[in-house]
């Protein structure tokens, strides 16, 4: 598809390879009323392994949308019944224009692109095309959206332990607290920290947070989330578990720890109506356990 027209064709070219691997996880869905236009998007598409899911209007476009997990929607704007626009209107009101990328296509030459992109499409292409420029866009907004995806995660995580920081606890987990019904929360925290720093160093404190993850990721089941709450204290979200449930997790922990130098204590909690109240009495617990004596969990 691609034209040898000057140096920098062969750089995109190895761009293109490697997208060429990531794109068979990739699912596009082509709104197109046009079986011809459909046809030959489809077609360039599949020629770069992307898989495809058409759509002839917009209804059965906004119904495929929400029935199939897709990455990216190149959208045609003059559609039978609701238009291209509408699509896009309707799309943005449940997913921002960073969140969620769309491709308006249009043959239109008046101010369509511009109303499309005002609509919150992140990209425009004016039919008939090149081959070589539709690749190029599709290729484009998906690079970008995998870059805003790394980011995000990244901001998200605690580049020390791998575990969640602050800002994910403040922006999703309010979320996943409302999604079920019984859910359970540990707070852990390593005991004489502080100790640990001043006898063998801060590299040493440092290896010992990360080992602490490790052996916390290794116990707790796929949907548990760890988060790093403070230096040496942790929080584990347990969806679906109540709080004797969460003690044996703990528990594992503990044992997973047995042959370290150090301990921890903790405090768990499956009461509170909201996540801040369920936060709260965790960290009464995991105060009590360190007054109590340490290296022990309260429920
Ligand atoms: P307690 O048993 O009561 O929990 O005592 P502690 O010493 O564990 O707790 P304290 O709050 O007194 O000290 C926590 C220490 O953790 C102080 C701080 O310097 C250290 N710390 C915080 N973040 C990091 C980090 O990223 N790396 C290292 N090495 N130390 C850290
Ligand atoms: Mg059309
Ligand atoms: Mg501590
Ligand atoms: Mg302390
Ligand atoms: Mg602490």
């Known amino acids: 598809f691609l034209k040898k027209d000057d140096s920098s064709t062969i750089e995109y070219l190895s761009r293109l390879i490697k997208r060429l691997q990531k794109n068979k996880n990739i ?3 082509l709104i197109e009323d046009s079986k011809a236009m459909r046809n030959f998007q489809a077609n360039i598409l599949k020629r770069i ?10 209804e059965e476009g906004l119904e495929k949308l929400k029935q199939n997990d897709i990455d990216l929607l190149i959208t045609d704007i003059n559609l039978p019944k609701t238009d291209g626009i509408e699509v896009i209107k309707r799309v943005r009101k449940e997913k921002s224009i960073e969140e ?18 005002k ?25 970008m959206f995998e870059s805003i995806k790394k980011y995000k995660k990244e901001v998200m995580t605690d580049p020390l332990t791998g ?13 996943l607290f409302k999604i079920y019904e019984t859910k359970s929360i540990a707070m852990l925290d390593i005991d004489f920290f502080k100790q640990i720093n001043d006898t063998y160093g801060h590299q040493c404190g440092d290896e010992v947070l990360q080992t602490f993850v490790k052996v916390i990721k290794n116990t707790i089941r796929r949907g548990d989330i760890t988060i790093r709450y403070g230096g040496e204290e942790f929080l584990i979200f347990m969806p679906n578990v109540n709080k004797k449930e969460a003690l044996i997790v703990v528990t594992k922990i503990r044992i997973a ?19 801040a109240e369920m936060i709260k009495i965790a960290d009464e617990r995991l105060y009590k356990a360190k007054e109590s004596g340490r290296n022990r969990v309260i429920i």
């Open 119 to 143: 609509k919150g499409a992140n990209d425009f292409i004016t039919k008939p095309f090149e081959k070589e420029e539709f690749i190029v866009r599709v290729n484009n907004l998906l690079e």
């Open 100 to 117: 969620f990328p769309i491709l308006a296509v249009s043959s239109n030459h008046d101010n369509t692109s511009s109303r499309a992109l």
């Open 27 to 29: 699912n596009v869905l």
């Open 49 to 58: 392994n992307i898989n495809v899911i058409t759509a002839s209007d917009g």
């Open 257 to 275: 720890l047995k042959d370290y130098d150090f301990t921890f204590s903790a405090g768990i909690a499956d009461e509170g109506e909201t996540l």
């Open 163 to 175: 575990a969640y920081n602050r800002l994910y606890l403040q922006t999703k987990l309010d979320g």
